[in-house]
């Protein structure tokens, strides 16, 4: 051997310690994204949910307010829902969740309690077949958001 041996191994061995260095301060200062943040704890979530009508002209025109509602999986979800048509009854549907109530008279509130257990967006809508013209536009979203 010419003895570079030793001063080969010194290089070496400062090039590993200082790049273990370097790597501690970054590992120190390192932030995770948002993306990677802890999970949400559940929460109980309440909104009010109206069926409004509008009359527009001659037709009357039906949606909610308000149209989306958003969660986190894992929270309990109360729907205050309320029929605000003064001239038809009106039901709500949420078949993802199993949560139904036939009909709601005009003026008349239902509360409903679930559990959004998965995530993903899901339609509402009235749950009372020929209730107006538009029954089939009366719809609405809920989306769950997080993962199993």
Request: glycine residues 10%; contains cysteine.
């Amino acid at each position: 051997m010419n003895g570079r041996g030793p001063a080969i191994f010194t290089v070496t061995f400062t090039a590993v310690l200082l790049a273990l260095g370097a790597g501690y301060l970054v590992f120190r200062t390192y932030t995770p994204p948002t993306s990677a943040a802890p999970p949400v704890a559940p929460e109980v979530r309440q909104f009010s949910l109206q069926m409004h009508a509008l009359a527009a002209g001659d037709e009357t025109m039906h949606h909610w307010l308000p149209a989306t509602i958003v969660v986190n999986v894992g929270d309990t979800v109360i729907l205050k829902v309320t029929n605000s048509d003064p001239d038809a009854s009106h039901g709500f549907a949420l078949g993802a969740f199993n949560v139904y109530v036939l009909a709601i008279a005009p003026g008349q509130t239902q509360t409903l309690r679930f559990r959004a257990s998965r995530p993903g967006v899901f339609h509402f809508g009235c749950g009372l077949a020929g209730c107006a013209p538009d029954h089939a536009d009366q719809v609405g979203q809920l989306v769950v958001l997080g993962s199993l």
